[in-house]
């Protein structure tokens, strides 16, 4: 009886390390096309980025015209206005103190 176990386990090391072999091919031939797959995206995707960001500076720069000095003098005139015009409106409230929230 002993001699027979001995046999059945022997039986069952030798298909475990077949499959074991097995297994370890596919994992080898797995990784080898992971390798390329992914040398395949790194070789496309350094060639688009660039492209784009450089198109939007690009644009950025010719949608933005520069201001005339007499249209800054103006804004900055009216701009001084509405300050005035805000800063008396806050001294005849007489309410300078509190805030109602």
């Known amino acids: 009886m002993s001699?027979?176990?001995?046999?059945?386990?022997?039986?069952?090391?030798a298909e475990l390390e077949s499959?074991?072999?097995g297994l370890t091919d596919e994992?080898?031939?797995?990784?080898e096309r992971i390798r390329v797959l992914e040398a395949?995206?790194?070789?496309?995707?350094?060639?688009?980025?660039?492209?784009?960001?450089?198109?939007g500076a690009e644009m950025e720069s010719e949608e933005t015209p520069e201001a005339e000095p007499d249209d800054v003098a103006e804004a900055t005139a009216d701009a001084e206005g509405t300050?005035?015009?805000?800063g008396d409106e806050?001294?005849?409230s007489g309410s300078d103190d509190i805030i109602v929230a």
């Open 3 to 13: 001699n027979n176990r001995v046999e059945t386990l022997e039986s069952t090391v």
């Open 19 to 21: 499959t074991v072999e």
């Open 27 to 31: 994992l080898i031939e797995a990784k």
């Open 40 to 55: 395949e995206l790194d070789a496309d995707t350094p060639t688009r980025v660039p492209d784009r960001r450089s198109e």
């Open 83 to 86: 300050e005035r015009a805000a």
């Open 90 to 92: 806050a001294e005849d």
